[in-house]
């Protein structure tokens, strides 16, 4: 048996000077977006910003419920509700941001598998890549493309 190296692509900036003007905007507006979350439970405040293929940036926060499972992250609240309002438009890329006790997380956030599984399908409904950011204030990640994310992902539709 052989044994098979699979790469990524992350590219890592130690300060957001380092991050393109477009990128650190949609930081911003997943930062801004954290404020809005409901998570009494976690304490874990999720911001997501999408931006679509005519400039149109999209919002959403964690929403928890009393019903742990009945939860979503910010990143599906943004994107399902993307897709839902603007079915014609491409997802080009998404921030998330993560607040905790108040302060953002030092180390960027990293989509959940089931997060990262909807971007999957988003992308491939788009036709184009999506670009990831993931924001920490010591740390930014950023992914060109959701595989990337999600090597070895499931698809029901491919070859
Ligand atoms: N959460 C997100 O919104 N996005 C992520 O990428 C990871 C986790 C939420 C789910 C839950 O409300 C809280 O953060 C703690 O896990």
Redesign the pocket.
């Given at each position: 048996m052989e044994c098979k190296k699979i790469t990524i692509n992350v590219f890592e900036a130690n300060g957001i000077e380092e991050v393109q003007q477009a990128d650190c905007a949609l930081l911003s507006r997943a930062h801004q977006a954290s404020s809005d979350a409901y998570?009494p439970f976690?304490r874990?405040n999720?911001g997501a910003a999408v931006r679509l293929s005519d400039g149109t940036v999209v919002t959403g926060s964690?929403q928890?419920n009393a019903a742990y499972p009945s939860?979503l992250?910010?990143?599906r609240t943004a994107l399902f509700y993307a897709q839902s309002q603007y079915p014609h438009l491409a997802v080009e890329a998404l921030a998330?941001v993560?607040v905790s006790e108040g302060r953002q997380t030092e180390l960027p956030?990293?989509?959940?598998g089931a997060?990262r599984q909807v971007m999957l399908e988003c992308q491939k409904r788009g036709g184009k890549p999506l670009r990831v950011i993931m924001g920490g204030s010591q740390k930014i990640q950023i992914v060109e493309n959701v595989i990337d994310l999600l090597p070895l992902a499931f698809d029901q539709f491919q070859e």
């Open positions: 998570a976690s874990f999720v964690n928890e939860g992250c910010a990143e998330v993560a956030a990293y989509p959940c997060c």
